[in-house]
């Protein structure tokens, strides 16, 4: 049993190191945190169409950080978690509550470009985004978490900075499924690979939704082991 606990012990000092080591990556990127631009993202400078690196999302004003990209950072978080779609008379993207974007919607008369609407994003899908091939460079460790939102619901996700995702979390709201709900975070675990922890990701989420008694039994795992290390 002794054993026992000083293997789990060391395994939790490794992902909190490993969490404490991602700070320093996160300081040369203080820019992702702040509200200036940033290497990912700026306000333009110019109208909306006279520029080609513009965020696909209906009216957003802030460029990508790279051609090929899609999104601005906060509209790639709502495209991840699923809350985007394109609006089915035109190319422009929207959040999924609309039909249409209110360009069409004020000229009723334009022909559709598209038969029909996409399908909705399948909230178990992997995710993944050519974004991450640069910032996972320099990352040697990955995160699994779990939080829990005032409304008594969990979130899982997945991220290479721990701290950074909870800032974007709590004070950012970048995350449309989280914001406003306060979350709390209740469990995490270490990953060697972003697609380690994407597919323990998805598991998650599914452990969510089929068998949440599971993942309580999971949060006072981690909890019970918390304590055993904090009394040693």
Do not use: E, H, V
């Given at each position: 049993m002794a054993k026992r606990k000083?293997?789990?012990?060391?395994?939790?000092d490794a992902?909190?190191?490993?969490a404490e080591a991602q700070n320093n990556i996160a300081k040369k990127k203080k820019e992702y945190l702040e509200k200036k631009p940033s290497k990912f993202y700026k306000k333009p400078t110019t109208k909306r169409n006279s520029k080609p690196n513009l965020c696909t999302f209906w009216n957003c004003n802030y460029t990508v950080s790279k051609a090929g990209y899609l999104f601005c950072l906060d509209h790639y978080y709502d495209e991840a978690d699923g809350f985007i779609w394109q609006c089915k008379s035109c190319d422009n993207y929207i959040d999924i509550q609309y039909e249409v974007c209110l360009e069409c919607k004020s000229n009723p008369k334009k022909p559709s470009?598209?038969?029909?609407?996409p399908t909705p994003r399948n909230k178990y899908q992997q995710e993944s985004n050519p974004a991450w091939d640069k910032a996972d460079k320099e990352v040697s460790t990955f995160f699994v978490y779990i939080l829990r939102l005032n409304d008594g619901t969990y979130y899982a996700g997945q991220t290479?900075?721990?701290?950074?995702r909870m800032y974007q979390h709590k004070e950012k709201n970048t995350t449309k499924s989280?914001?406003?709900k306060q979350g709390k975070l209740m469990w995490f675990a270490p990953m060697?690979?972003?697609?380690?922890?994407?597919k323990a990701e998805v598991e998650l989420k599914k452990l969510i939704d089929k068998n949440p008694s599971a993942i309580d039994e999971k949060i006072i795992a981690f909890r019970d082991l918390i304590r055993e290390v904090d009394m040693e």
């Open positions: 000083s293997l789990l012990g060391k395994i939790l992902g909190i190191k490993a470009a598209k038969p029909s609407r290479n900075n721990l701290r950074r989280t914001k406003d060697p690979t972003r697609d380690s922890a994407a």
